[in-house]
């Protein structure tokens, strides 16, 4: 049976088209200003990658920051709930699943079946880790996926805010400094104060192995290890780690059609 | 500084008990307890406006203060910190009261109740005493928040010195504070204490207790029958009316309307799914929104075990003063003051199983340094039993602390939860 | 601020003093304590009577929090980020184990902070024994009563815990032994009511921190030798201004040294761990009871701001700030610390009628000193040397 999962971000929209619990299909999309015209097209997308023609009898559960309110789909889900079905899909040893968004983070625990035992968010701050870390790459001059490849040296800069506006200035003082610190230098350290901050989140629901690391700032491998250094053990990270949360929304509308339910 | 200010807020106060009654009598759900409860409200501000104007004798007092004691002597009770969250629950909006506290030069770390209380003595939104008793129940906020109020309010004060533990000798102490403490009022009022009068009022609040115990074995039912939020109005006819005949009645007709319901199967909620612990107090100024979404997903607060979960113990009214010393170790939320042995968290254990909880909510209020620190202890004491507990950050009554858009995704990603188990 | 060392340099017992410091918890005296087969108990709060543990034969040392500012993640996880830094920081090392070897623990119930820790101690921490003595609010005889009662209780159960016997007698000689180290700190600290004392704020501070962290026996034969060292030597320090200290609990000496670096050189201090600490003798008068004499003692002691009336504790801050001839106080608050950040606005008051400005920093504790702190110390101490003049 086919079903739709659509999780709707600050930053992207991610569709996921599974049947008979496969992967079939996927899109990543620019989330922009209209959140209901980027879903419908991302949707559409996804279906046509999929070779479906028409929505049809698809049965389509959405999650995300921007899921509230959306007119299509038979129901919308809490992104911690869509995380962990996600999670569990690609690793059944999870235990723990820290999501890396471009607003909000978000850890989340699970038990060994699978199911939500505790979460928590980090939404209090004014910017998230994505979007920090794209000002960051913007200061460093270079794009996101280079940054997130730079080798992690031995020694990492200070940098002390946990606050994006006052990091930042701490930033371009390192860039300006005669000699200026060494960009990996820089980088690390901004990986450093960044994990710092997830340390607290995490302990909230308490540290547990299997650690499954998702969203789109889990792409860049240099904060990944970072994070594996403070925790003391790998991590796991699912090749698409952006679309963790749409294949659980798309999980939980295969067990609800079969059901018969609809919300 | 006026000593009656313009009695404004708690004049709204009193309008809006009378335009919620009104609102009542237009709902066929509306419970006589509930008619009884809102014109308790308004007669107790009432009484307190009068005083002030008649030249009455107002006694200022901190939570959990003895107010039998007050009531014993015939002198007008008011209760500082329900006075400063009925405002915030009514008017919606405490920031003035919040501002005027600041301006005396409270820190931004003293909680908002006791922010606002003496923002509120020093604005006027309250009226001043004519003497203020306070204990060190709950906290060190309320321990050192006396002497400024004294100061602002110009009117003498007691400090009641309650012990930590409840050996025999620190409830010795206690009652020789309590003795102390009549002597004092005596002195200021020129008013005697009846001795006997404060028997009766012990008798009663005796039985207020038990009544209370009875209605929680109803709320253990399935479907529970007590309307969501509910217990504010216990706690509140605690805090307001220990020992007086209005609490008496009111209990007893919320008792009748309970095991009325009991009887025919009718739950609070029309279709109950999730029941809950409440560990806290709720947001003020978000208890309509906290009802609306109880009925919508079915989810209800069947027992607090620090609010409503009395523990052990009778009063004797022979003994009226080692009974109101006694009481002080039996109110539910005193439990949590400590020490957090085996018998407080026992206590969450207890009420988990008999009333069949299905996962609780502790309201952090991020002012209330004392509670927040049992947050883990608690989650991870309910954890061992399997029943989850979400936290949700706030204040009881600065709004701009939280919003309902965030307290409704996270009780939604709750019951998704709680759901999915 | 200029110093002058005598001829042979440094300090020498000041630095052992300074090394116990940097290597506490685990410091060589503790270990080889407990090496021996004897006991350690962790205590918490002035207000907990260290000559009962001293009089069984146990090595008393206070819990405190890292000596520096520090990610608290732990203690944030348990105690929630809105409690003060330092009950986090000794519950985050606790949890950490680094009290690991404690025999016991023992506090007062005398604020939120201490009382919570306490709680999740209990909870989370494995320690043998955990005691809390219930500490009235008052002064008055009956509170005077109950106190005793809980010191009474205090000693029982330690008594039942340790299968033995707590005689008058060695609770007499354990008093004789702290009096004489507070005599001696009382010694110490008369040195710097002079113009020019021999010692600064930053210095004292690494003896009262150690006093409470090792041996009494030894702490007083080494304090006793630095007080010779400090007759013999010809060191002095001067400041622009004669500052004193007030507040909750302070530990880093770092921060004092901060402080006397802008130019005022802090002559006494008024902190859980230094004169609220050792501050009063116990004296025998009216009682032939060690138990009595000294449970008088603990609660009439130099008050913390828990303590009622409020008056009580001010008075004995202008005493001694008059007393050594204090030109300034700085108040140094541990963010979230209830009590002491009631007491401002009255404090305040009270020092400016005798003419003494008073500067209030909000701090966490462990601190070393922040920009932000240095400005506004050197604007107090440049106001307050206007004024002098």
């Known amino acids: ?263 | 500084m006026n000593s009656t200010g313009s009695g404004n807020k708690l004049g709204s106060v009193i309008r809006a008990c009378r335009l919620i009654r009104r609102m009542l009598r237009a709902d066929p759900e509306a419970r006589q307890s509930q008619f009884m409860y809102y014109q308790m409200l308004e007669d107790y501000f009432t009484r307190v406006l009068r005083a002030k104007e008649e030249d009455g004798f107002v006694v200022g007092h901190t939570v959990f203060f003895p107010a039998e004691i007050i009531y014993a002597m015939g002198l007008v009770p008011m209760h500082t910190e329900t006075a400063t969250w009925t405002m915030a629950l009514f008017t919606g909006d405490c920031s003035d009261i919040l501002a005027s506290g600041a301006r005396l030069g409270m820190a931004q770390e003293i909680c908002t109740p006791h922010r606002g209380l003496t923002g509120a003595f020093a604005s006027g939104a309250l009226p001043h005493p004519e003497v203020m008793l306070w204990s060190n129940m709950v906290c060190d906020n309320t321990a050192k928040s006396g002497e400024l109020i004294m100061e602002v309010c110009n009117c003498p004060g007691f400090f009641l010195d309650r012990p930590f533990k409840r050996s025999q000798h620190e409830i010795a102490y206690l009652v020789s504070e309590l003795e102390d403490m009549v002597h004092f009022l005596e002195e200021r009022s020129g008013k005697k204490m009846d001795w006997d009068k404060l028997s009766e009022i012990v008798a009663r609040m005796d039985r207020q207790i038990e009544l209370v115990r009875q209605i929680n074995e109803l709320r253990k039912n399935v479907p529970t029958p007590f309307r969501p939020q509910g217990f504010l109005e216990l706690l509140t006819v605690d805090y307001l009316f220990p020992g007086q005949p209005e609490a008496l009645e009111y209990l007893e007709t919320l008792y009748r309307e309970l095991n009325e319901a009991v009887k025919v199967g009718k739950g609070a909620v029309k279709q109950e799914r999730f029941r809950l612990m409440t560990l806290f107090i709720p947001p003020m100024y978000l208890m309509g929104f906290l009802d609306r979404i109880s009925r919508e997903y079915g989810a209800v607060s069947v027992i607090e075990p620090f609010f409503t979960f009395w523990g052990e113990g009778r009063l004797d009214p022979s003994h009226p003063l080692e009974s109101v010393a006694r009481k002080s170790y039996m109110i539910p939320e005193m439990r949590m003051y400590g020490p957090l042995d085996d018998r407080a968290l026992g206590a969450i254990v207890n009420c988990a199983e008999e009333y069949k909880i299905d996962g609780a909510i502790y309201y952090a209020d991020v002012g209330c340094r004392h509670s927040c620190a049992t947050i883990k202890l608690f989650k991870d004491t309910l954890a061992d039993i399997g029943v989850p507990m979400l936290v949700v950050d706030c204040d009881v009554v600065d709004a701009t602390v939280t919003s309902e858009e965030e307290v409704s995704e996270k009780l939604q990603q709750f019951f998704e939860l709680l759901e999915d188990r | 601020m200029t110093e002058q060392h005598d001829q042979a340099g440094k300090l020498v017992v000041l630095e052992r003093f300074r090394q116990v410091n940097r290597s506490f918890p685990k410091t060589k005296e503790i270990m080889e304590w407990r090496g021996s087969g004897r006991k350690v108990f962790g205590w918490l709060c002035t207000y907990v009577p260290e000559e009962i543990m001293h009089a069984a034969g146990i090595l008393p040392v206070r819990i405190v929090g890292y000596s520096r500012e520090v990610d608290l993640d732990d203690g944030n996880a348990y105690m929630y980020v809105n409690n003060c830094s330092f009950a986090r920081s000794c519950l985050q090392m606790g949890l950490r184990g680094e009290y690991d070897f404690l025999d016991g623990v023992v506090g007062g119930s005398t604020c939120d902070g201490a009382r919570r820790l306490f709680d999740l101690w209990r909870s989370y921490i494995k320690t043998p024994f955990h005691h809390v003595v219930t500490v009235p609010r008052k002064y008055t005889e009956r509170a005077h009563a109950l106190y005793y009662q809980e010191v009474l209780d205090f000693k029982s159960h330690l008594e039942e815990h340790l299968n033995t016997k707590i005689t008058d007698e060695a609770l007499y000689k354990s008093v004789q032994l702290y009096n004489e180290s507070r005599g001696l700190l009382g010694k110490l600290y008369e040195l710097r009511q002079r113009e020019k004392p021999p010692i600064s704020g930053a210095e004292t501070m690494e003896v009262s921190n150690a006093s409470f962290r090792m041996p009494k026996e030894m702490f007083n034969d080494w304090l006793k030798e630095l007080l010779n060292e400090l007759k013999s030597s010809d060191r002095f320090y001067s400041g622009r201004v004669r500052l004193m200290l007030v507040g909750s609990v302070l530990t880093n000496a770092e921060f004092v040294r901060f402080i006397e670096e802008q130019g005022g050189l802090v002559v006494t201090d008024e902190l859980c761990t230094s004169t609220r600490y050792w501050g009063d003798l116990v004296t025998f008068e009216g009682t032939n009871s060690p138990l009595e004499a000294i449970s008088r003692r603990y609660l009439n002691n130099f008050p913390c701001a828990r303590m009622f009336p409020s008056e009580e504790r001010f008075n004995r801050i202008v005493k001694a700030a008059l007393g050594f001839k204090v030109d300034g106080v700085i108040s140094e608050t541990i963010r979230y610390c209830v009590p002491y950040a009631h007491d401002l606005p009255l404090l305040e008051k009270r020092l400016g009628e005798h003419g003494i400005p008073m500067l209030a920093l909000d701090v966490e504790y462990g601190t070393s000193g922040s920009g932000q702190i240095k400005t506004r110390v050197q604007a107090f101490i440049e106001m307050v040397e206007a004024r002098r003049r």
């Open chain 1, 1 to 263: 049976m086919k079903v739709a999962g659509i999780d709707i971000g600050s930053l992207t929209t991610k569709v996921v088209i599974m049947d008979d619990s496969k992967v079939i299909s996927y899109v990543v999309n620019q989330t922009g200003d209209e959140v209901e015209q980027a879903a419908r097209q991302a949707l559409e997308e996804a279906l046509s990658k999929a070779g479906i023609c028409t929505q049809g009898e698809l049965y389509i559960i959405s999650t995300g920051i921007g899921s509230r309110g959306l007119q299509f789909g038979q129901g919308q889900k809490a992104v911690a709930t869509c995380l962990a079905r996600g999670a569990f899909y690609f690793f059944p040893s999870v235990r723990v699943v820290i999501d890396l968004g471009a607003e909000t983070s978000t850890v989340v625990k699970v038990n060994e079946r699978g199911r939500l035992i505790d979460w928590a968010n980090q939404d209090k701050c004014a910017s998230g880790t994505g979007l920090f870390l794209q000002q960051v790459a913007k200061l460093m001059q270079m794009p996101i996926s280079e940054m997130g490849k730079l080798p992690i040296p031995e020694k990492a800069a200070e940098i002390t805010s946990t606050c994006a506006v006052f990091a930042e200035s701490e930033i371009i003082s390192h860039i300006h400094r005669v000699p200026p610190t060494p960009k990996e230098e820089i980088v690390a350290g901004v990986y450093q104060s960044v994990v710092g901050r997830l340390m607290s989140l995490i302990k909230r629901v308490g540290i547990a192995k299997d650690v499954v690391v998702t969203g789109g700032v889990a792409l860049g491998e240099g904060l990944v290890r970072v994070l594996e250094r403070e925790l003391g053990f790998s991590v796991l990270v699912p090749d698409e780690p952006q679309i963790v949360g749409a294949v659980g929304a798309a999980l939980i509308a295969g067990e609800t059609a079969k059901r018969g339910v609809s919300q």
